[in-house]
């Protein structure tokens, strides 16, 4: 992705910098209110005195070169996603862009969330029933931070939002150089707070409702001898809005550490850096929305006067109490990287990035008392390792920049899990009769080769075809008999899936017996084009073509349950059309901008897999169909007040959906469905207004964020379902107060204070919804049941922050 450095900020009254769509809106700025508002227009918490930008650091995109831009792409800055409050993690601020949803069980970034982008997947907030698992690619400063074999995000493995310098979502795969290996949706880039030319600093402080505390933080050197690094990060813990009726309150707790050196040189620069996040807490289980016979918050329907488990009858927000219920989910991501930019000539630059990332995943469920049995108990700590290397040439001629290169990336992973018990003489590493187990090792090998040329006859003309040829290698092996012990009895069922054999035993492998090595390739063409037809509005395209292969891991799917000979590689068909505008002064059209685009995306050949409560796994093929519209404006009708609105519209239907293995109707079509948990029509509007009291900034800030309708998944029939979850709304507001700091040898320093209030009215809604058969609560098949979570009631936060 094309980036800039930070634009200057000028004129007479306050700071407006807000990217979307189309890139960055500049308002007018005073000096005055400039040093007040540090940390309002820039990275994180990055003051305004610290954000020369240095060659090499990422930086967003300008707004004149998305104007100029064939794909549509949407970047979030730091006020933008302020919005999502001060302890929100990486996924939550993504709810600010067009077209994106986003659920999960908590109220931080120390608990996971799935998205949805224009309906299609990323993530694991909850329960299954989501379509294009894993298909939105993620990165990190540039590096995909996305697990190769899974295609899975642990969302809280960036718990710490604050900092995030900016967030750029591109819609559809994109042009080759900025794809990855699961583009089919599209992609989001994260980048960190960047090393400056001058030092500074910044550091804030949060406490807020449910004991929610935080830290964020970053330092910057500023240029010294040639060098030029930074430090960032935070820490945070608290309790979730879900509490049990003995008091236990869900604590979770998180931390991440970045750090990033460029080196100058003549003709290039080198980078080095890393990162290492932990996100640790207690999940809290769905609740059932109506009250089901046997259900109590006491897992005992025998006990006298025990309260029946649901949101009409033991409150909206309730949970279970720790010894009927408790699963510790902790999740853990390092890597390291070097990057190198290097002019082989005045035109020509060698770019190279190596990385090396581990992925680490321990869920502990010990007290089950709805479950009891062989597997009450459960050990789940997968774990993957990854390298990869991407290294291509940008050359630049009078009419056309090209880009040519490619990567590589290996991983290995192992999807090990237990779930046992003790009376049964198991533990996490001990296998006992009844029990189940996987520990199946998965070896993947990534290549693309890219090559891609923006075109430009004319200034008013970009044009930028491209292709990429794709190489996906997947290996099997099942680990399970060396990596666990085995209590006396112990024979384990076993099934290989390339032949169809399989032998009974006690004791469930959800791994395959029998390995296996398959290869897929493909091309993925594309074409975008951009045609500015006045000097304030652009008209622009693309279609693109993506491959993915389909994700494994768990207990189901290709290698374990499927015959891994029968696959194919996932398809996008993927098409863009839109405007964009941007106007200066002209009435209240001050620094205006907008935009408004057409998407079709045709999702083929899909393997589904669903995982449900039991840890069971059913499966399903399919294609699937999304079309819509998204749009959003920004404008400044007044120097001292910023207004904003995002909104989509998003009909996603499949093509076809056949029922598979562990379903209750395997075989069933259910063609014409529409695609669950992609909602019909979302949107936000907000408005910040700015005022300087004398030597004092105030800025106080409302908006309203709406999710509309959206289907349910049936986990019975295994398959969508007409049933829909109602709309649910949220009005929000917030308050910063900033004041000059005067310290002895610190320079220009600013103090503020925020109050932030989010879901201001209390509304009561569910964030996810899904049909059971109440298996999870032990009364399997008895019928079927509404379950959710449900999202946040009023949540008040204060911020102090200090910037130097």
């Known amino acids: 992705m094309a980036h800039h450095a930070p634009a200057k900020t000028h004129g007479k009254r306050t700071a407006f910098a807000v990217l979307l769509l189309s890139g960055t809106a500049l308002a007018p700025v005073a000096a005055q209110a400039q040093a007040l508002n540090a940390g309002a227009v820039n990275a994180g918490t990055v003051s305004a005195a610290g954000t020369a930008a240095l060659a090499g650091a990422i930086t967003a995109p300008t707004h004149r070169k998305l104007f100029h831009s064939g794909t549509t792409t949407r970047v979030l800055n730091r006020q933008i996603m302020d919005a999502a409050g001060p302890v929100a993690g990486a996924a939550q601020v993504l709810s600010y862009s067009p077209g994106v949803s ?155 550490i970045y750090l990033k050196s460029v080196k100058h040189f003549n003709g290039g620069n080198i980078q080095f850096g890393g990162y290492f996040a932990r996100s640790a807490g207690y999940r809290v289980p769905v609740i059932p929305v109506s009250p089901i016979a046997g259900v109590t918050v006491t897992g005992n329907p025998g006990v006298a006067g025990s309260t029946l488990y649901s949101q009409q009858s033991s409150g909206y927000d309730s949970a279970l109490p720790f010894n009927t219920y408790e699963k510790f989910d902790t999740n853990a991501m390092w890597l390291v990287f070097a990057k190198e930019n290097v002019a082989l000539d005045d035109t020509t630059t060698l770019h190279n990035l190596t990385w090396y990332e581990n992925i680490t995943r321990v869920h502990s469920r010990l007290n089950d008392l709805y479950n009891t049995g062989p597997q009450v108990s459960e050990y789940n700590d997968p774990h993957t390792n990854i390298f990869g290397d991407k290294l291509w040439i940008t050359k630049d001629f009078t009419d056309n920049t090209v880009d040519i290169g490619g990567y590589y990336i290996h991983d290995t992973y192992n999807s090990r899990n237990n779930f046992y018990n003790v009376l049964d003489g198991g533990n996490k590493n001990t296998v006992n009769i009844g029990g189940k187990i996987r520990s199946s090792y998965f070896t993947q090998d990534d290549f693309a080769a890219f090559a891609q040329d923006d075109f430009h006859p004319v200034k008013a003309l970009h044009i930028t075809p491209g292709v990429r040829f794709v190489s996906f290698q997947t290996g099997y092996s099942n680990g399970a008999l060396q990596d666990f012990t085995y209590a006396p009895g112990v024979v384990l069922s076993s099934h290989c899936p390339l032949d169809g054999s399989s032998t009974k035993g006690n004791t469930t492998d959800q791994g395959a017996s029998c390995g296996a090595n398959e290869s897929r390739n493909g091309v993925e063409p594309s074409i975008s084009a951009n045609l500015q037809v006045m000097p304030w509005m652009s008209l622009y395209g693309s279609y693109a073509e993506s491959l993915r292969t389909p994700s494994v891991g768990g207990g189901g799917g290709l290698f374990q349950k499927v015959d891994p000979t029968s696959y194919h590689l996932e398809l996008g068909q993927d098409f863009q059309a839109g405007a964009k505008f941007k106007v200066s002064h002209q009435g209240i059209l001050n620094h205006f901008i907008a935009g408004i685009s057409y998407f079709h995306l045709r999702y083929a050949k899909q393997s589904i897999n669903y995982t449900l409560a039991n840890g069971n796994t059913i499966t399903a093929n399919g294609s699937s169909i999304y079309k819509g519209v998204n749009l959003y404006f920004d404008d400044n009708p007044i120097y001292s007040l910023f207004v904003y609105g995002n909104a989509s519209i998003n009909d996603a239907v499949y093509q076809t959906y056949v029922t598979g293995a562990g379903a209750a109707n395997a075989g069933t079509s259910f063609g014409g469905s529409h695609v669950p948990y992609v909602p019909r029509a979302s949107f936000n509007l907000g408005a910040y207004y700015q005022d300087v009291v004398g030597d004092t900034l105030i800025e106080p800030r409302a908006w309203y964020q709406f999710t509309g309708t959206q289907n349910l998944f049936n986990n019975f029939t295994g398959a969508p379902s007409a049933q829909k979850m109602p709309s649910y709304g949220t009005i929000n507001l917030s308050l910063k107060v900033a004041v000059p700091l005067t310290l002895p040898y610190a320079g220009r320093k600013t103090l503020d204070f925020k109050l932030t209030a989010l879901n201001v009215a209390n509304n009561r809604y569910n964030e996810y919804e899904y049909i059971g058969t109440g298996g999870y609560f032990g009364v399997a098949q008895a019928g079927q049941y509404l379950y959710d979570y449900p999202g946040a009631p009023l949540t008040i936060y204060g911020s102090v922050g200090m910037h130097f």
């Open 102 to 256: 986003v659920t999960g069980y908590g109220n931080s970034g120390s608990t996971k969330y799935t998205i949805t982008l224009d309906g299609v997947q990323q993530g694991w907030g909850g329960y299954g029933g989501f379509t294009g698992t894993g298909s939105i690619a993620v990165t990190l400063d540039g590096i995909p931070v996305v697990d190769p074999s899974t295609d899975l995000w642990q969302s809280n493995t960036i718990p710490q939002s604050g900092m995030i310098q900016d967030t750029a979502v591109t819609y559809g795969p994109g042009n080759p150089v900025d794809r990855w290996y699961n583009n089919i949706g599209g992609g989001v880039e994260y980048t960190p707070v960047q090393p400056t030319a001058t030092p500074g600093g910044d550091v804030t402080l949060t406490y807020g409702s449910y004991g929610q505390k935080n830290i964020e933080f970053d330092l910057r050197t500023g240029v010294y001898d040639g060098w030029s690094t930074v430090l960032a990060g935070g820490a945070g813990n608290g309790n979730s809005f879900r509490t049990a009726p003995d008091g236990f309150q869900s604590p979770t707790e998180n931390y991440s």
